[in-house]
């Protein structure tokens, strides 16, 4: 798809997810939803942080500021009202506010493990908001020679935009306006790791997914967003290319 003109629309907000603590399974589907500086409100607010001491944060890689932890896409993560409420693999429900809910943790992590609210150190990986297209789904299907599920790339936007093709990067620098308030700019590619792979809440492993990503998208699929301007978004607002 090639847009020329300032103001096209690009696309129709298909989907909203947002994963209360960071690194747990398959996302908190929302309709509505009010975005900051910081993203989606509630969105990878909280997180599994090591106890001793070092206090980087689990995730499904090992970096300066995070922890692989295995077993964090097993665990399902949303929200009653604002307090995060954790599901274990074996059905049990412990809310954020429970006191239990660190030695629940640290048995499952098998390391002593809190969960616990950011603070001075960001829990989002590249940026604030991560958008993935309909189209570009599409064009790893082809690739992949099966159906690759949004799930998998673990976006916040899902935008339903027509034809095939990565047309993501073709945004960046650009400005994106989205229902009636909310700005982004679209500031690169997201690079993608091998948590793209991994199985969560009632989806299957996709073992080779990285690969096919590597090889048709030099391992980039969807863009990383910055807020320009704080608003709300709905599932069905038209998106728009702004000015910049």
Do not use: I
């Not at 097993?74 to 009653?80: E, N």
């Not at 091998?194 to 980039?220: H, I």
């Amino acid at each position: 798809m090639t847009v020329t003109a300032t103001g096209d629309v690009v696309g129709t907000v298909a989907a909203l997810w947002r994963y209360p603590v960071k690194s747990t399974s398959a996302g908190e589907h929302v309709t509505r939803v009010h975005v900051s500086a910081r993203g989606l409100d509630g969105d990878r607010l909280w997180a599994v942080r090591d106890g001793d001491g070092d206090g980087r944060l689990g995730s499904g890689k090992t970096t300066r500021r995070f922890r692989r932890t295995e077993g964090l896409l097993a665990l399902v993560s949303s929200y009653d009202g604002d307090v995060p409420v954790l599901r274990f693999p074996d059905g049990r429900r412990l809310r954020g506010d429970d006191p239990a809910v660190h030695a629940a943790l640290s048995a499952y992590a098998g390391r002593d493990v809190r969960l616990a609210v950011e603070d001075d150190v960001p829990h989002a990986d590249e940026g604030p908001v991560h958008l993935v297209t309909t189209s570009t789904l599409r064009h790893l299907d082809a690739a992949h020679g099966a159906p690759v599920d949004a799930r998998h790339l673990r976006p916040n936007l899902l935008l339903d935009t027509p034809g095939s093709g990565l047309v993501e990067p073709g945004w960046v620098g650009r400005r994106l306006a989205v229902g009636v308030d909310l700005v982004v700019q679209v500031r690169e590619p997201m690079p993608r790791c091998v948590m793209v792979t991994s199985a969560q809440d009632r989806l299957d492993a996709d073992p080779d997914l990285l690969r096919t990503v590597t090889d048709v998208a030099d391992g980039e699929a969807g863009v990383v967003l910055d807020v320009v301007t704080p608003g709300e978004v709905a599932v069905g607002d038209e998106v728009r290319l702004a000015d910049g």
